[in-house]
């Protein structure tokens, strides 16, 4: 299992052809805020989104549809709901799927939020 680092995560912005996807629901993200580069897609919906066609995916999330061979990195707010996303985007043959373990609770922490 691979698990991505604060410090990753930190340096996505300077990663465009990775993605960040936080599998928390939108009213946690409208408590909290977001990660910068995340786009939402709620664990529910996840499978469902990952098998959009990319025209569809663009459509919805604004951003180019990953490629089975794209590094995705998945966020919640411990990492619980990241790790099943982890798992599910594997068993979908996403074959770069991360966990960000420390999810938004490490990421407020360090980010002093």
Partial sequence: MS??????V???PN????LLIDVRNPD??????????SINIPLPQLE?????????????????KPSTSTEVIFHCK???RAQKATDLASSLGF???RNYKGSWTEWAEKQGK
């Fill in 48 to 64: 469902e989104g990952l098998k959009l066609d990319d025209e569809a995916f663009k459509a919805k999330f604004g951003r180019d």
């Fill in 15 to 18: 990663h465009p052809e990775k």
């Fill in 95 to 97: 074959t770069n799927a």
């Fill in 28 to 37: 946690e993200l409208a408590d909290t805020g977001k990660i910068p580069t």
């Fill in 10 to 12: 930190l340096d996505l």
């Fill in 3 to 8: 698990i991505a680092t604060y410090e990753e």
């Fill in 78 to 80: 411990m990492g619980g």
